[in-house]
């Protein structure tokens, strides 16, 4: 077989330094999968690409969820493989890119090869990080090169396994960050998380002149809570809250427990009317949810501000200060006898005074 030029394989090595630097600097695990799953299909010229992921460390198993692009898949079929399958420690031993035929061959009685075949992939890639499958990458259909044989060579797949053995090295990153940013109570993330994201989110939509919107979020009276009910029906409280929130975005979009009873929001590519009736639908399940402790029934409400972000209206505002306007605009909401959503058009920015701010603070 004829190998490669080494002009191509010097472009290559660029291509693989320029991946390599893109998925370091890559925190968010869906955006790092989703680059993973485009780089390998542009690379090896295929339809489609999908990876079953790890999920959480307590689901033991890999999910392929969103995961995927252009890869035709069964409804009937759960697309979950267990940590502990013969298919994921046959890979492992393995290490290297198979056909579906070559892992077949190997495993030839396995309910989760079958999941694999379903997809109908053309080569089979796992993700290994010290000696450990932390993904499996399936290419789709090959695109026709005109040059006759579709199967993969050498160089080929020396490639794709390179591509996987920086992306399994990412995905261990993201995961580290993702655990490491998340609140245990509430499954949302830290402020300072939120903050990195909101950063790279501002600075993509002023780039592709798009737009973005944060809501804040407080729990009414929550201090009487605590005091009425105690610090652990406070944590439920919370909590039931938060899981309110998470359901009700979407999956590109971020909610963050800000501190204490305060929560943030980041709803890409929406102006601040659509995100208004995203914190109002939110904040009307939360007033109609049966919130029961103990055998106590409790009414819960919560305020909201809404701050838009885009070129046109305030490009140069820090992440702080979106998220500080649409704080005022919470406080707005909480001056004005609560349970409610304010947006914070610029007149309201304006006439909103650190004053009024530290009144509505201490009402709460």
Known sequence: MQGETPEKEIFDLEQTLNLFRSLCTTI??????????????????????????????ESGCFRLGVNVVNLEQDPA?????????PLVSTLA???????????????????????????APTLIIPLIFRRRVNGILLLGERIESGEGDPAYTDYEKKQIATLASLGSIAINNASLVEISSTDMMTHLKYKYYFYNILSDRMEASLNSNGILSVI???????????????????DYILATVASIIKKSIRGKDLAARYGGEEFTLLLSGENGKNACKVAERIRKTVEAYAFDYQGQKISITISGGVAEFSQEINSMLSPEELVDVADKALYIS????????????PVVQATMT???????????
């Open 28 to 57: 968010e695990l869906p955006k790092l999968i989703q680059s993973i799953l485009y780089t390998s299909m542009a690379q090896m010229r295929v339809t489609g690409a999908g990876l079953f992921s790890i999920g959480t460390l």
């Open 77 to 85: 079929v759960k697309y979950m493989i267990p940590m502990k399958s």
């Open 93 to 119: 031993q393995t290490a290297h890119p198979v056909t579906p035929a070559e892992l077949r061959s190997k495993i030839t009685v396995c309910k989760d090869m079958d999941t694999i075949e379903s997809l």
């Open 216 to 234: 804040m979020f407080d729990i009414d009276f929550f201090k009487k809570v605590n005091d009425s009910y105690g610090h652990n029906c406070g």
């Open 334 to 345: 909480k001056n004005k006898g609560r349970n409610r959503i304010t947006f914070a058009y």
């Open 354 to 364: 650190a004053s009024e701010s530290e009144q509505a603070a201490e009402s709460n």
